[in-house]
């Protein structure tokens, strides 16, 4: 199962752990990415994240096709926010379930390794003297 | 030659003042033409540590034709999650 | 902020997770264990854990502390259940937050890895026809 | 002689047919001496494959010197998690 969600609305993290949950996994990893009160030293009021929709989807789905077919996983959800966020609010969710926790976490950790490597999400820092889009992978 | 519609996103929304510019090239350009032509007029395109150009969702290499069907973006470095 | 608990009563994901979250966190790690359905092949009715609980307590600290010492973490909470378990039922969640990402994978993997070798707390799998202790850790 | 109280839990609870027992050792035993008594006493411990003895809530090692006052607990291999 892969679930692959963008979207302007909180994250539902207990939703996204409950729909990897199935009888024959023994382990869950669950990545929660949350919005940081500071940046390089600099104070950060919150964020803004715009995707390129159509695309960041169909990269998502590429990672999660990827994972299934490196590593012995149940289920994979990857859910990631749009819009304005504040301080501690969600941007990213990504929970994997597998028989054997060594499976999760190498696919939980390749999953959002990749996502920040290769789709098509752009962040802005809003700080309280101006904004400036991220650019996280040169 | 042909008008190309081409998408912005992040930072480069910012360069093409706007979420969607046109720029004409010859017909069957590849995106390396379009490459040089987009620097050419938005010179700031060039002070990105890197930029990729997507066609129909799909990041796309410099020898690529690109068509006026084709769905054109440029995709600023990601910095999601 | 380090919060361990063992405890009869079924573990709150979703309140380990929002004790661990913090402003000045940037991701979040959590592992979470479920009861398997199978063990080698064959049907597993439930497990039954019991724990050696004050010295499983100070073991569990220890781990934490070890984390600390060894990475820029922010938060640990390590809740480990006891008593009978149904498949599907979570017996262990540790959750992790810090400022960058391979901080939490890295240290959220050790602690389930170390829990798992020196803990005292045992598993004994019930199947239809008997029960047996586990021995992972040889 | 001195008696010494010792807990068992997970499989050793089944070895020893209960939660504790006692076993009489001379004063000022090590670890050694109360494995060496027990493994002659329960030879089923001889078919773990491993097993560890802590005192206090601490492994102990095989030279520790123990006390009637401490408390000692046989530690089959864990499962936890």
Redesign the interface.
């Known amino acids: 199962m892969i679930d692959i969600n963008i979207t302007e609305k909180p994250l539902d ?2 939703e996204c ?1 409950k729909m990897v ?18 940046t390089k030293g600099k104070r950060v009021v919150g964020l803004e ?4 929709e ?3 989807m ?1 990269e998502m789905k590429k990672i999660a096709m990827e994972i299934k077919s490196r590593w012995p996983v149940h289920k994979i959800v990857i859910h ?1 926010r749009v819009g304005v966020l504040q ?2 609010e969600v ?2 969710v990504i929970a994997v ?1 597998a ?1 054997h ?1 060594n499976a ?2 190498d696919a ?2 390749y999953a ?1 390794d990749t ?10 820092e809003v700080f309280e003297d101006g904004e400036v ?6 | 030659m042909a008008v190309y519609k081409i ?1 912005a ?3 480069a929304k ?1 360069i093409f003042g706007g979420r969607a510019i046109e720029i004409a090239l010859d017909e069957r350009a590849t995106i390396e033409n379009l490459r040089s032509a987009l620097e050419d007029k938005y010179s700031k395109l060039k002070q ?3 930029y990729m150009i ?1 066609v129909n ?3 796309a290499d410099a020898a690529n034709i690109i068509s006026t069907h084709d769905e054109i ?1 440029i ?7």
Chains 1, 3 share one sequence.
Request: one cysteine or more.
């Open positions: 993290v207990q752990i949950m199935s009888p024959d996994s023994g382990g869950i990893d669950v990545f929660i990415g949350t919005v940081r009160n500071m994240f715009e995707a390129y159509s695309m960041a169909k990631h301080v501690g941007p990213v379930s028989a926790r999760a976490f939980c950790r959002i996502l920040k490597q290769r789709v098509p999400i752009w962040k802005k889009w991220v650019a996280e992978h040169p | 998408l996103f992040g930072i910012d990105l540590s890197s997507a969702d799909e990041y973006a995709i600023p470095p990601v910095s999601g999650g």
